[in-house]
């Protein structure tokens, strides 16, 4: 039975097509912020990137085997699918789909039809069949496979207790704090999580009393709030995780666009578990900023204060490797398509990880984080000097320097301050 209001019109998402329904506008080439909410179940085209790069790393785990031995399968789960894009993009964009379980579930009845029609219409067409491992509390797992996706209709947090897996995905609408403790407790004695949070306004600061409600942390609305907004949901992840006797290590951590998105390594080790809070503490402004353990004058946190990704992971994420898995071939392309939006496509595929591979080495260590806009005021020079040059002098100096994907221009340097400020002086 095919849902109300199908077929809506087709857009192309890496190489995915994908059925919007009918009154969601066509999206731009480079959607920005959260979308209008047209019903449950909706379709957020400012998230694609957050999807091209979880495609790119389920990819990698699996090429690479850094989360499972070769020739052994990954269950990964999208616990809050909705209309099915992401884990529809795990099946037709990963390569070795032999190695993967894929599991979508959502608790809407309607935006699920939407997921299972769109993905019967546009079959992978290789045939992969696969019988979903029992449920913990019943003798048969509900739903169905149907074209090697496991569809099931049902609460996620009742969900991920019923069985392991290896990854798994929250993209909530809104705070992700309510899925946690179930999460975790679900991922396998090794296992990635991935985690949307949207509710920027907690996390940046802006909106304390919701901070200290779901986090526990206070923040500061200044160039630094998006590193903080990242840094306070790792911090909260690691808690969590160390109650149930494990680990955090981050593989890639960014705020993007309106959203903050993580992916962490959960292994299971009381003796790391123990001394989460050794990555634990909270920013200090000043000039620069440093991380300090004790609350200092005006401060953010509590938050992560380690690495923020994994040099390695991160440093194979990059644009090459995004176009190689994600971009249209003619085979997928939409019938209505022209040059244009084929440009635009693969432009946003691009911007999905820019600066990613670039920076993974400094933001796995320790660095300074410095914003551009604020140098030229640091610094006495009237004009702010340029990301170039700052990248030269440095690099002339003898010390590191990479562009960030963030919002704001933002850059991480292993340079101490005095260093970065002389260097902005003679760069005016």
Known sequence: ?????????????????????????????????????TGEGFLNPAMAPARTRSVMLLADAIENNWLVPEGKT??????????????????????????????????????????????RVHPVGDKLEWTPEPSRFAREQEGVVEDGIHWI?????????????????????????????????????????????????????????????????????????HDDATRILLGTIARIAAMHDKSVHPILSLFDGHHVRVTVLLKRSKEEATDWQDNIGYRIRSEPYHFAKQPERDYSGPMWTGPLCDSEIAGRMTVERAIELCAGRPEDLPEEWNDIDIEHSQREIERSVRYISQSAELLSGE??????????????????????????????????????????????????????????????
């Not at 849902?3 to 731009?28: A, C, F, M, N, Y």
């Not at 996390?203 to 901070?211: I, Q």
Request: hydrophobic share 40%; proline share 6%.
């Open 1 to 37: 039975m095919e849902p109300k209001d199908w077929p809506g019109h087709i857009w192309l998402e890496g190489r995915t097509s994908v059925h919007l329904r009918s009154h969601q506008t066509r999206p731009s080439h480079m959607p920005r912020g959260p979308a209008a909410k």
């Open 153 to 225: 209709e049902g609460d996620a947090i009742r969900l991920m207790v019923q069985a392991p897996y290896q990854w798994i995905d929250l993209d909530p609408f809104g705070s992700p704090v309510n899925f946690l403790d179930s999460a975790i407790q679900s991922i396998s004695r090794v296992g990635v999580l991935e985690v949307t949070a949207t509710d920027t306004a907690a996390l940046c600061g802006s909106a304390k009393t919701s901070a200290l409600r779901r986090y526990g942390s206070v923040g500061i609305t200044d160039y630094y709030m």
């Open 74 to 119: 990954i269950r990964a789960l999208d616990a809050l699918c909705a209309t099915g894009v992401r884990p529809r993009r795990w099946r037709k964009e990963i390569p070795f789909q032999d190695r993967l379980r894929i599991t979508a579930n959502d608790l809407d009845s309607e935006a699920l039809q939407w997921a299972k029609e769109s993905h």
């Open 367 to 428: 660095h300074l984080l410095v914003a551009v806009d604020s140098l030229g005021v640091a610094a006495g020079v009237g004009q702010i000097p340029s990301m170039k040059k700052m990248k030269s002098g440095l690099e002339d100096a003898g010390y590191r320097m990479a562009r960030c994907h963030m919002p704001e221009a933002m850059f991480a340097t292993d340079a101490d301050w005095d260093t970065v400020l002389k260097i902005a002086k003679s760069a005016e």
